[in-house]
């Protein structure tokens, strides 16, 4: 498995091309067009991925994965704290309590648990503060689905003022537990490994190079998929003593599914929509300045939100169900958060996010705009040329975005193989009609023979 | 050679299952060329009002998209049935839109003088039953 990284565009996503049979499965469903294949592989653009994760879902021979940290990085540390997303919770029955599943995953070498759903319930909580300020840009736009932020910064950079200038709940989370560590323990930061248990590929990128909010850094040292780390806790679910490790309520367990964090502002006036087409189409509306009454937009990329991550392992609507139940069980004021907690934390901006996020818009088709609008007029005349069947054979997820590769110089029109097969059809009956033709200074001697 | 890249579009009258087609085109066309970002929003949004305001109130047009390194050129066309009172039109909140439109969220009344504002020149002319032309200009 190659993986390339630079620091412009890093990416979780990988492909393992041993498994890759070259179809288009993933091809088609990219929703950035960010796919080709080559030489008979799917390969990546990197500037285009937002790191959704539906290559992974949809590749029929789990070709496409995600690069996240092994569980031998703990060792690099002085002192290791996991960090469950709320959806780790959800891929267990709940006849298990949150306190087993937390100790068993404290069990495999971690010197603490905390939960992301603690920070998620402080983030959720703080959102009302953010839609009171006077300044702020409706629809605000949830920012907790980093694949939705990356979207918005290659397609919608008009949009990306509206995004909630408050961490997510993972950064947050991880805050709170490093800040604790420096003045409890008296650790030093490069003694403290924050491990992040998470349910997507994006959430895994934005740890190594944060692409997000380019020029900021993650409080988080490493992350481990939920997947990975699954069996390990399944080991020692019935064998730990069961630790009191708690910390979420069921206001923070429900970030897991999509409209929780919306479920804290919920006398607003909100949208919350999960799976990245639909998300996309909800911007357009919003960019077409159609809805203008909205106060507040939550997109996830993952059908269910995370509890649908590509890195999970249970049913995305039985993990969803499981959420739903256990969010009953302990309620807003069952642990020590509290109005005045959030409203200072608010007001001393440690909740806010780090850096700024900048717009990514895909390269033009030529730095210089006369060029650009000569190779706009050859895409159009191109893609005429092309069947418009969108079958993908030439490697592109369609005719179009193969003409564009063309005038970017990154394809040629017989990878069409409608295009190749007139081509060839024409050049035989070139040489049939080449091969009826007689040289003139044979011509006599053709003649001679014949006599 | 003057670099020019011209596209025509259809719209038709109350077909809302392809009405915004011709804007998100115009919007993907524009950012492939490059254009800065807060004018396609701009041209993204006037071109939305403008393509709603053919598919709701007229009896089909047309839609023209001209750019060059200098501006953005968005014109439409629509074969009637024209607008009675232009300035009137021009009125923000003024509509006169159904309540079957209204309920599909549009009909507000914003759609001309939004096209306007977003607009670096905007024309219109209307002539009853002929029809509406409207021209955007925006500068690069």
């Known amino acids: ?451 | 050679m003057s670099s020019i890249y011209e596209m025509d579009y259809n719209v038709g009258s109350r077909d809302f299952a392809a009405a915004g087609d011709a804007s998100r085109s115009i919007k993907r066309t524009l950012q492939q060329i490059g254009v800065d970002t807060s004018v396609v929003r701009r041209i993204a949004i006037a071109s939305y009002e403008a393509e709603m305001n053919i598919a709701i109130h007229s009896k089909g047009g047309k839609m023209h998209l001209a750019v060059n390194s200098d501006k953005v050129v968005v014109a439409t066309e629509d074969f009637g049935p024209g607008i009675e009172n232009v300035d009137l039109a021009m009125t923000e909140g003024w509509s006169t839109a159904t309540d079957e439109i209204r309920e599909m969220g549009f009909g507000a009344g914003m759609g001309l003088p939004n096209m306007k504002k977003c607009s670096d020149e905007f024309s219109i002319e209307s002539s009853v039953p002929e029809g509406t032309r409207i021209k955007m200009i925006f500068k690069l």
């Open chain 1, 1 to 451: 498995m190659v993986i390339q990284m630079n620091n412009e565009y890093y990416h979780s996503v990988v492909l393992d091309k041993s498994k890759c049979k070259g179809c288009t499965t993933c091809l088609r469903n990219c929703p950035t067009q960010a796919i080709r294949v080559r030489n008979g592989k799917a390969t990546i653009i990197k500037e285009r991925c937002i790191d959704c994760g539906e290559c992974i879902r949809v590749c029929p021979y789990h070709a496409k994965n995600a690069v996240t940290d092994k569980l031998d990085i703990l060792k690099n540390y002085k002192y290791t704290v996991a960090l469950p997303a709320p959806t780790t919770i959800a891929q267990f029955k709940k006849k298990i309590s949150v306190n087993r599943i937390l100790t068993a995953l404290k069990d495999i070498g971690f010197d603490e648990v905390q939960e992301v759903a603690y920070g998620a319930e402080i983030v959720g909580e703080a959102l009302k503060y953010e839609l009171m300020e006077k300044d702020v840009k409706k629809p605000l736009i949830s920012s907790a689905c980093p694949a939705v932020v990356r979207m918005l910064q290659v397609r919608f950079p008009e949009l990306i003022e509206n995004l909630v200038h408050l961490e997510s709940p993972m950064e947050v989370t991880a805050r709170l537990v490093r800040k604790r560590l420096k003045e409890e323990k008296g650790l030093r930061d490069e003694e403290i490994g924050l491990v992040f248990i998470t349910p997507c590929a994006a959430k895994a990128t934005t740890i190594h190079s944060y692409i997000p909010w380019d020029n900021s850094h993650s409080s988080i040292d490493a992350s481990i998929s939920i997947s990975e780390i699954y069996p390990e806790i399944l080991d020692r679910i019935d064998k730990v003593q069961e630790e009191d490790l708690q910390h979420s309520t069921g206001r923070g367990l429900i970030w897991a599914h999509t409209g929780g964090e919306s479920s804290f502002i919920a006398e607003k006036q909100i949208i919350n929509v999960d799976g990245i087409h639909n998300v996309i189409s909800v911007l357009e509306e919003i960019e077409n300045g159609r809805l203008r009454e909205l106060d507040f937009f939550e997109g996830l990329a993952c059908i269910g939100g995370c509890v649908g991550g590509c890195l999970t392992v249970e049913n995305t609507f039985i993990a969803k169900k499981r959420i739903m139940d256990r969010s009953l069980d302990r309620k807003a004021g069952d642990n020590d958060i509290t109005d005045e907690m959030i409203k200072s934390a608010y007001e001393s901006g440690f909740l806010d996010r780090e850096g700024k996020i900048f717009p990514m818009p895909e390269t033009p088709l030529d730095p210089n705009i006369k060029e650009a609008i000569n190779k706009m007029e050859t895409m159009d005349k191109i893609e005429k040329t092309l069947p418009g069947i969108d079958c993908g054979s030439c490697g592109a997820p369609g005719c179009r975005a193969l003409a564009e590769d063309i005038v970017r110089g990154q394809a040629s029109e017989v990878d069409c193989i409608f295009v190749l097969r007139e081509a060839i059809n024409e050049l035989s009956k070139l040489m049939y009609d080449l091969s009826e033709k007689v040289v003139p200074v044979m011509k006599d001697k053709e003649n001679e023979g014949n006599e």
